[in-house]
Each structure stands twice: as C-alpha cells, then as structure tokens.
Nanobody
Framework: QVRLVESGGRLVQAGDSLRLSCTTSERTFNRKGMGWFRQAPGKEREFVATIDYSGGKSFYADSVKGRFAISRDNALNTVYLEMPSLRPEDEGVYYC?????????????????WGRGTQVTVSS
C-alpha cells in the first residue's frame, strides 16, 4: 500500500508564500508521475499541478500557471509545491497524488493513491 504524507499547509495572509511537501516510502516513486490537487469548501476537487517521473516535465492548471511551481527530489521520495503570492481563492485542502504512469497527468483517474491532504487557509 502506497502511503503519502503531505505537510506544509497552514493559515497565511494573502500575498504570503507556502511550500507544500509530500513524501512516501514507496520504492517506485522515482518511476511515477506525481500530482497536486485541491478542494475548496463546497467545491469539487480540482487539478493544480503535475510532474513526470524525472522532474523534467510539468503542467499546471491555468489558475496557478506562472505562480506555483511543482518539483521533486527522487533521492528523498518527495514532491513539492511552491506557492508564492497566495490568494484567497487558493484556499483549500491540498492533496498529493501518486501516478499510475511515468508521465504527468491532470486527470485524477491517472492516479492510484492519494494523501489525506493538508489545509491551506488564506486570509484576505
């Protein structure tokens, strides 16, 4: 069973920055794409960012493109999400997802395992 543990979420003010981390002990981590999704209160879960197995390719939702940055350290089995200039609309529970394939993907069905999430709250 793949276990993913997210961390880094907290209450911040608009304009502040956060870095989320997601780590796993899964030994196939360096062969799988990873993703970040988020769910705001009363809304469906949405795609945020994804990265391929090597870290060489990434893709972002339009709402965060040019602001957020996804990266990974395969030596540490960890994927990160850098979130500068946070906005109130970025608020939500952020979930890390473990891919079924080596490529990146914005589709939730392409992920086999999910973390329990970390709360990001942005006050205006």
């Amino acid at each position: 069973q793949v276990r993913l543990v997210e961390s880094g979420g907290r209450l911040v003010q608009a304009g502040d920055s956060l870095r989320l981390s997601c780590t796993t002990s899964e030994r196939t981590f360096n062969r799988k794409g990873m993703g970040w999704f988020r769910q705001a209160p009363g809304k469906e879960r949405e795609f945020v960012a994804t990265i391929d197995y090597s870290g060489g390719k990434s893709f972002y939702a339009d709402s965060v493109k040019g602001r957020f940055a996804i990266s990974r350290d395969n030596a540490l089995n960890t994927v990160y999400l850098e979130m500068p200039s946070l906005r109130p609309e970025d608020e939500g529970v952020y979930y890390c997802a473990f891919g079924r394939y080596s490529a990146y993907s914005s589709y939730s069905n392409d992920y086999s395992h999910w973390g329990r999430g970390t709360q990001v709250t942005v006050s205006s």
